[in-house]
């Protein structure tokens, strides 16, 4: 059970492999297809077809990548820029500050464009930080973990087994035996390393898809640690879920700010954004985008940090802002966000519209937007903890006399 430290996980699949069972070519009819990950999912042909093309498409970046490792070697992507010294700069040093700054470039270009399915294990692990993370420890320290665990209860496991069936039912490989065995050995695992968030609804399938992508169990679990550890907001999965509640309020005023129209008009008619939002900011669109799609929101994200999830979530408001000014009801509005995010199999449409036409946003002004809403969310999360305390109180004290 242990010996899983360098296994290779046994998908009943490879990403590159595509598969259909389509019984009819109408494009009026709903049919049945995987996609590059196998999920299965319905569409009509046009959806297909939009699969079809992204698989070529995949192809196409994948000899872009081979083809600058032929010319630059082998890794290049995964050499840290050379440390410069203020004191004494030769030339040779300003030329190789330059040359890293240009592979900087061209490496943010080619992510923003998609890593090959194949590379996305190693360069992930790279440019996330996780891999730095991982040699800071012994090489045993996940199967020490787990044999350190093995059988031990808390809130934390019980949830945990609770949710393995509910995650992504019908997979193939992960709604089985072995991928429920090994997703919960990779969150059981996590929710001893950091007590402090344990487990939250939302990371089941944020580490199963993370399985999928990479080559072992244990490198999910280094890139579950750096997205909670170094990538996210803190205490976004915390039980209070404070991070999160953050996330949210950073995002409405976004949206106040990039969509001043679509908000005015969404909040006349009572939608709040947290509605749909909450799932973004914790599954990280996993629930909520097709695989591919979500996956190459995960490469961005893994490179340039979480202010590519607001991104995101712009855009997809930016995309149906005419149709969702004409809506009249709540459930409209979420219904034609949630049509809209399913169908989204070509990764372009999606990931154009959050990096060209919704303005950039840096690192610093994010920060700054969290630590304005932080005080009105801790706050509100205080009157909320009294006001259960308070009930629980009301309702362990003996009946008034009538």
């Not at 993370?210 to 750096?226: C, P, R, S």
């Not at 959050?354 to 999360?381: C, G, H, W, Y």
């Amino acid at each position: 059970m242990f010996g899983t430290q360098s296994r290779e996980i046994s998908h009943e699949f490879q990403p590159q492999v595509f598969k259909t069972s389509i019984q009819t070519r109408r494009a009026n009819m709903t049919v049945k297809f995987q996609d590059l990950y196998g999920f299965t999912v319905e569409g009509n042909v046009d959806d297909v077809n939009i699969l079809n093309e992204l698989r070529e498409k995949v192809r196409q970046q994948g000899r872009v990548w081979w083809a600058l490792e032929a010319s630059k070697g082998a890794n290049w992507y995964l050499q840290p820029p050379p440390a410069v010294s203020t004191s004494k700069i030769s030339v040779g040093s300003l030329k190789s500050s330059a040359l890293a700054v240009a592979n900087t470039i061209a490496l943010k270009k080619l992510i923003r464009n998609g890593i090959p399915p194949l590379l996305r294990p190693k360069v992930w692990l790279s440019i996330s930080g996780a891999a730095k993370k991982k040699s800071t420890v012994p090489e045993s320290y996940y199967v020490d973990m787990l044999k350190a665990v093995e059988g031990k209860v808390t809130p934390a496991t019980k949830q945990i087994d609770q949710d393995l069936p509910r995650t992504f039912p019908g997979h193939p490989w992960l709604d089985t035996m072995e991928g429920h065995a090994t997703l919960r050995r990779v969150l059981v695992a996590y929710s001893f390393r950091d007590c402090h968030v344990g487990y939250c609804q939302g990371l089941n399938y944020v580490a199963a898809l993370l399985l999928l992508v990479m080559k072992t169990e244990e490198d999910a679990f280094w890139m579950l640690a750096v997205l909670l550890e170094n990538v996210l907001v803190n205490d976004c999965y915390t039980d209070n879920l404070s991070g999160c509640h953050v996330e949210q309020r950073v995002f409405k005023d976004l949206l106040a700010k990039k969509c001043p129209m679509l908000y005015n008009h969404l909040e006349s008619i009572g939608f709040d954004v947290s509605l749909v939002a909450t799932e973004w900011f914790l599954c990280l669109f996993s629930k909520s985008l097709p695989s591919e799609t979500t996956l190459r929101v995960w490469d961005v994200l893994f490179n340039e940090g979480a202010k590519v999830l607001f991104h995101v979530a712009l855009a997809i408001f930016r995309m149906k802002e005419m149709e969702l000014l004409m809506t009249q009801h709540v459930g409209d509005v979420i219904s034609i966000i949630q049509r809209t995010t399913h169908h989204l199999y070509e990764p372009e449409d999606l990931l154009t519209v959050a990096f060209d036409k919704v303005s950039s946003m840096t690192e610093n002004t994010i920060t700054k937007q969290r630590k304005k809403q932080e005080p009105a969310v801790m706050a509100e999360l205080d009157q909320r903890l009294k006001r259960l305390n308070s009930m629980k109180l009301d309702e362990g004290s003996p009946e008034s006399p009538r």
